[in-house]
T-cell receptor, first 114, second 114 residues
């Protein structure tokens, strides 16, 4: 069965520091991968998605993610974190070509210190 | 993002009450989804509707009853809920199912069962 693992429950970084949030998936074929962000009291907002093609994907708010098939990973990165990036981040994998069923990770909560 | 609106934002109800959650999308989408988000657990897909027809019921207890009168509106009728049903209920929409398009989420209804 497909699964998504986000190994880091909670990460704290200083404003201006670089960030990498880890995501590993288990899926037999080429996955459809997503990163969403959830600010307190709000729903999920799509940051970026990977379906095929270039393995380095650019998203909104200066985020990017790299698909590495050999490592079954889709890590999210940002070169310089802003205080407004504090939120919870979710990685998700779509089941095959039908993205009705999104399998979500348990999320990584990001804290940003000034 | 205000494309998907959920009401109410907060709901407190007793186990014998009957209430309904409402979701409305203004994106012209044809697929709508209900998710449950509990603390420390991944998002759980509950129901999927495509062009008003239910296409997915993820083994959800019958005390949750969805209704989709048109492609813009989705309801979740609640009755005889249990304390473990306390969670954030998120609605999402997408252009249609099976189209590899990301889902757009509302801000959720925070449900507390007394």
């Amino acid at each position: 069965a497909q699964s998504v693992t986000q190994p880091d429950i909670h990460i704290t970084v200083s404003e201006g520091a670089s960030l990498e949030l880890r995501c590993n998936y288990s899926y037999g074929a080429t996955p459809y991968l997503f990163w969403y962000v959830q600010s307190p009291g709000q729903g999920l907002q799509l940051l970026l998605k990977y379906f095929s093609g270039d393995t380095l994907v650019q998203g909104i708010k200066g985020f990017e993610a790299e698909f590495k098939r050999s490592q079954s990973s889709f890590n999210l990165r940002k070169p310089s974190v802003h205080w407004s990036d504090a939120a919870e981040y979710f990685c998700a994998v779509g089941e095959g070509r039908n993205t009705d069923k999104l399998i979500f990770g348990t999320g990584t909560r990001l804290q940003v210190f000034p | 993002e205000t494309g998907v609106t959920q009401t109410p934002r907060h709901l407190v109800m007793g186990m014998t009450n009957k209430k309904s959650l409402k979701c409305e999308q203004h994106l012209g989408h044809n697929a709508m989804y209900w998710y449950k988000q509990s603390a420390k657990k991944p998002l759980e897909l509950m129901f999927v509707y495509n062009f008003k027809e239910q296409t997915e019921n993820n083994s959800v207890p019958s005390r949750f009853s969805p209704e989709c009168p048109n492609s813009s509106h989705l309801f979740l009728h609640l009755h005889t809920l249990q304390p473990e049903d306390s969670a954030l209920y998120l609605c999402a929409s997408s252009p249609r199912t099976g189209d590899n398009q990301p889902q757009h989420f509302g801000d959720g209804t925070r449900l507390s069962i007394l």
